[in-house]
């Protein structure tokens, strides 16, 4: 009976998963297979800088950033390194107006795909409050949206720094 209650205590919920290090193998060989976060940092800057100025010369946007960028865990691959980095929110005012906002939409679409990106998924669109999210492959996105002021931030998806995405390279024989 003593047996009996041990082993009831014991639940399979507590107990390691035998394939833990598996999962923890596949999520690091597909971070692997991703471009390094600096890549990806350069590719989100250079989106970032493309919309400011495309928005600015367009609408005559003067931007204002009001945090650093960002930088935390991976919360879809913990545990093996990843990283995911976020731009500040850029802002400006007065915000774009409802009849400006079919071609902002358009301007950061065509911007987007450029850089990567899918078509935005259309998160609000009523009078005076307008939010699109455009995704990449890996997780990552942008954001622009309008209501009280015109703002447009970016966050990566998961990815490894560079001295992380092919380790022990130098330990291999050739």
């Known amino acids: 009976m003593a047996v009996l209650l041990l082993t009831s205590c014991t639940s399979e919920d ?3 998963s035998p394939d833990t290090t598996q999962d923890m193998a596949a999520k690091r060989a597909e971070l ?10 350069q590719r989100y800057l250079a989106l970032e800088a493309a919309v400011k100025q495309a928005l ?6 003067r931007w ?14 913990p545990g093996v390194g990843g990283q995911e980095h976020s731009s500040p929110t850029f802002t400006f005012e007065p915000a774009l107006s ?3 906002w079919p071609e902002a939409q358009r301007i950061v679409t065509t911007i987007g795909h450029e850089h990567g990106f899918a078509d935005p998924e259309t998160v609000v669109d009523r009078p005076d409050d307008h939010v699109i999210v455009g995704h990449d492959d890996y997780g990552g ?3 622009l949206g309008t209501a009280r002021r ?3 931030s970016t966050r990566t998806g998961c ?3 560079q001295e992380h995405l092919h380790p022990d390279t130098q330990d291999q024989p050739n």
């Open 14 to 16: 507590s107990m390691p």
């Open 32 to 41: 692997q297979a991703r471009p390094s976060i600096e890549d990806t940092d």
């Open 56 to 61: 600015t010369e367009r609408f005559g946007a």
């Open 64 to 77: 204002q950033s009001g945090s650093e960028r960002g930088s935390s865990g991976c919360r879809s691959h």
């Open 98 to 100: 409802d009849a400006d």
């Open 141 to 143: 996105s942008y954001r």
């Open 150 to 152: 015109t703002t447009f």
């Open 159 to 161: 990815h490894l720094p």
